[in-house]
């Protein structure tokens, strides 16, 4: 199946399914299936310090209300308590649960400056359900898109790069097959997964206890 098949299905199972199939040849891919797969590569977008002793990642799809729920509840919270201080920094990464949802991460993927990045998922995820459920969520998020600095023409040619895809979807492969990631939002902290929004007091216990053995 070709990447512009995969694009055009609609549910999360089935492309995952599809991106399983063949067809993720791709040097990203091929670099990813050869590594540690909690490894951070040089390329990953790195929320506080990148020297920080601990990392928490956070594996999200940017239409699934509980990511929405971590971030705009949970994640503001390890920001002040713990990557604001250096403690502990936080890696994002791609799983979209459906289409819209990938073209959302490769319009975000386009956006080079990290601070603009990352303030673009925290207006994805604070206004999910205006841009998810609108008439024309494409529009919405192109409009959000340039709020973030990126030009319309850059937004077009963004979500119709199908390499770009690629390089998502290989990492979901990844992530699936080697770290037994099936659902958002599934963070690792070390070792330790933990599956769902959790609250507060989970992460930090979880965050406590990698320092701890840092």
Known sequence: MNRRQILQLGGG??????????????????????????????DERILGQADASVTLIDYSSLTCPHCARFHTQTLPQIKQNWVDSGRARVVYRHFPLDRLALIAAMSAECI?????????????????????RAEDPLGELKKLAGLAGLSGARFDECVRDEALADGILARVVVARDELEVSSTPTFFVGDEKIAGAQDYETFDAALSEAEGAA
């Open 13 to 42: 199972v089935a492309l995952f399914a599809a991106a399983g199939a063949g067809g993720l040849a791709s040097p990203r891919a091929a670099r990813a299936q050869a590594s540690d797969p909690l490894a951070v590569g040089a």
């Open 112 to 132: 080079e400056n990290d601070r603009a990045y990352f303030a673009y998922l925290d207006t994805l995820f604070a206004r999910q359900a205006d841009w998810s």
